[in-house]
């Protein structure tokens, strides 16, 4: 049981970091964290044009993060569960803030990351989901 404490400690410790190397911008320490160049490497981001994303395609992506002048990301209601010995689901929900050339956008977002690992816990999958605001009254 100790063992799996210490593996959820590495996985938590990476879903929270990703927040952190997005708004410094730490491109390397974010590519580190996804298998990426794994031919089953997805993502479904919650921006236009909401398609399936490959590694290629999500390298680029994390490439364009110095255009934006600055990131906040709150990570919220995380939740880890071990599918297996080393496939991990996690879930939660983002608010976050971007700014990008002088215009804000905002939003929360539910996310599931899974994690397998292949010496080191990475990023097979990711999908984000944006959460519609609420409307007053």
Do not use: C, H
């Given at each position: 049981m100790r063992v799996q404490e210490e593996e959820r400690q590495k996985i938590l410790s990476r879903v929270m970091a990703v927040p952190e190397a997005i708004s410094?911008?730490?491109?390397?320490?974010?590519?580190?964290?996804?298998?990426?160049?794994n031919?089953?490497?997805?993502?479904?981001?919650d921006v236009p044009d909401y398609s399936l994303?490959?590694?290629s395609r999500f390298?680029?992506?994390?490439?364009?993060?110095?255009?934006?002048?600055?990131?906040?990301?709150?990570?919220?209601?995380?939740r880890l569960d071990f599918l297996a010995k080393d496939v991990a689901l996690v879930t939660g929900v983002d608010d976050w803030r971007i700014e990008?050339?002088?215009?804000?956008?905002?939003?929360?977002?539910?996310?599931?990351?899974?994690?397998?690992?292949?010496?080191?816990?990475k990023v097979i999958h990711e999908h984000f989901t944006r959460i519609p605001r609420q409307k007053d009254g």
């Open positions: 410094t911008k730490n491109k390397s320490r974010i590519l580190k964290m996804y298998d990426s160049f031919p089953k490497f997805s993502s479904f981001e994303v490959d590694g390298r680029r992506f994390i490439e364009e993060l110095s255009e934006i002048k600055s990131a906040s990301i709150d990570r919220q209601k995380v990008t050339r002088g215009r804000v956008s905002k939003g929360r977002s539910r996310f599931t990351i899974i994690f397998w690992r292949r010496g080191t816990w």
